[in-house]
C-alpha cells in the first residue's frame, strides 16, 4: 500500500498531466490547417492522448516503467513548448514550424502544468521501491 507521500506525489503528476491533456486538445482546433502533412492540430492532439493515457497510468498503477513513461510524456510537453517558444526551429520533414514567441493564458497554464507533472513524476522515479 503507498504511503501518503506517494499518494499525493501521483495526484498531483496526474493531475498537471490531465491539465496538459485538456488544454491541448482544447487547443488544437486552433492550429488545424496549414500544408505540413503532420499538422499542428494533429500534433496537439497526440499530446492530448499521450498526457491522458499518462495520466491514469500514474494515477492508477505504480510501474516504474509506467512512471518513466509519464515523466518523458511531461517533459518532453514541456521541452517542445519552450523551445517553440526561443527557437525558430522552421519546418523540418512532416513537421510544421512551430516556432510561436509569445505566451499567453492557456500556453502559461499548460506548461505550468508540464512542469509540475514533470517534478512530481521524477519525484516518484526516485522513490524507494517498495516490496
Given at each position: 500500500?503507498p504511503?501518503?507521500?506517494?499518494?499525493l506525489?501521483r495526484?498531483?503528476a496526474?493531475a498537471g498531466?490531465?491539465?496538459?491533456a485538456?488544454l491541448?486538445?482544447?487547443l488544437?482546433?486552433?492550429?488545424?490547417?496549414g500544408?505540413?502533412?503532420v499538422?499542428?492540430?494533429?500534433?496537439?492532439?497526440?499530446?492530448?492522448?499521450l498526457a491522458?493515457?499518462?495520466?491514469l497510468?500514474v494515477?492508477f498503477?505504480?510501474?516504474?516503467l509506467?512512471r518513466?513513461?509519464?515523466?518523458?510524456?511531461a517533459?518532453?510537453?514541456?521541452?517542445?513548448?519552450?523551445v517553440?517558444r526561443y527557437?525558430?526551429?522552421g519546418a523540418?520533414?512532416p513537421?510544421?514550424?512551430m516556432?510561436?514567441?509569445?505566451?499567453?493564458t492557456k500556453?502559461?497554464?499548460?506548461a505550468?502544468?508540464q512542469?509540475?507533472?514533470?517534478?512530481?513524476?521524477?519525484?516518484?522515479?526516485?522513490?524507494?521501491r517498495r516490496?
Open positions: 500500500m504511503g501518503p507521500f506517494e499518494l506525489t495526484v498531483v496526474a498531466l490531465a491539465v496538459d485538456y491541448h486538445i482544447d488544437a482546433s486552433t492550429y488545424d490547417g500544408s505540413a502533412t499538422g499542428q492540430g494533429t500534433l496537439f492532439r497526440i499530446e492530448a492522448v491522458a493515457l499518462a495520466a497510468l494515477l498503477f505504480r510501474s516504474r509506467l518513466a513513461y509519464a515523466f518523458l510524456v517533459a518532453g510537453g514541456l521541452a517542445a513548448v519552450l517553440y527557437v525558430d526551429v523540418f520533414g513537421f510544421p514550424n516556432y510561436e514567441p509569445l505566451w499567453y500556453k502559461v497554464v499548460s505550468t502544468a512542469a509540475v507533472a514533470t517534478v512530481a513524476t521524477a519525484v516518484l522515479l526516485a522513490l524507494p516490496r
